[in-house]
């Protein structure tokens, strides 16, 4: 079956320090994958998403690069800020139906 | 446009009861996808509803069921509510069942089961 596993958290991180989340996943096929991110007091936003293998998805200054080869699709950003503080998801969407499987979620917390 | 809804926003439930989450898509949105979040964990899909029919579900038991109207709004039922049902209960719509159409979340309802 469809699996994402993602760094568990929490991330703490100083304030325009560089940030990665880990994020692999298996699947059969060749699934969509996303990243969601969860505000405090928020649902769940889209954030970025590939659709093919090699793809880069880029949003607000964080990026992600569809990675067939390691079945990964790590997140990057290259300064957070304090608003970027959230719970953030990766996903995945292996028959193009839009039923996403979701990982635990990475809670970041930035501090200034 | 109006985002999509959900009510109510938390509701209380004992153990055996059942209970009914409502849910309304966005504006010319066709297609809703519930989702059960336990508390620290993602999302999991529980089933998906297009044009008025179930459209794919996870593995979630019968007793988890729902509907969709002709105004593609949608209700999530739970009879014989246990312990483990509580959880906040996504929905989310979308303009197809395509991966290539944002699902737009709504903003949850949080169920308590004692």
């Known amino acids: 079956g469809n699996s994402v596993t993602q760094m568990e958290g929490p991330v703490t991180l100083s304030e325009e320090a560089f940030l990665t989340i880990n994020c692999t996943y298996t699947a059969t096929g060749y699934p969509s994958l996303f990243w969601y991110v969860q505000y405090p007091g928020e649902g769940l936003q889209l954030l970025l998403k590939?659709?093919?293998?090699?793809d880069k998805g880029s949003n607000k200054g964080f990026e992600a690069t569809y990675r067939k080869e390691t079945t990964s699709f790590h997140l990057e950003k290259g300064s957070v800020q304090v608003s970027d503080s959230a719970v953030y998801f990766c996903?995945?969407?292996?028959?193009?139906?839009?039923?996403?499987?979701f990982g635990g979620g990475t809670r970041l917390m930035v501090k200034p | 446009e109006t985002g999509v809804t959900q009510s109510p926003t938390h509701l209380i439930k004992t153990r055996g009861q059942q209970v009914t989450l409502r849910c309304s898509s966005q504006?010319?949105?066709?297609?809703v996808s519930w989702y059960q979040q336990a508390l620290g964990q993602g999302p999991q899909f529980i089933f998906q509803?297009?044009?008025?029919?179930?459209?794919g579900r996870g593995n979630f038991p019968p007793r988890f069921s729902g509907l969709q109207f002709p105004n593609y709004s949608s209700e999530l039922n739970v009879n014989a509510l246990e312990l483990d049902d509580s959880a906040l209960y996504l929905c989310?719509?979308?303009?197809?069942?395509?991966?290539?159409?944002?699902?737009?979340f709504g903003p949850g309802t949080r169920l308590t089961v004692l």
């Open positions: 590939a659709t093919k293998a090699d």
């Open positions: 504006s010319g949105h066709n297609t």
């Open positions: 996903a995945l969407d292996n028959n193009a139906g839009n039923m996403l499987t």
């Open positions: 509803y297009y044009r008025e029919e179930e459209n």
């Open positions: 989310a719509s979308s303009l197809s069942t395509s991966s290539y159409n944002e699902q737009f």
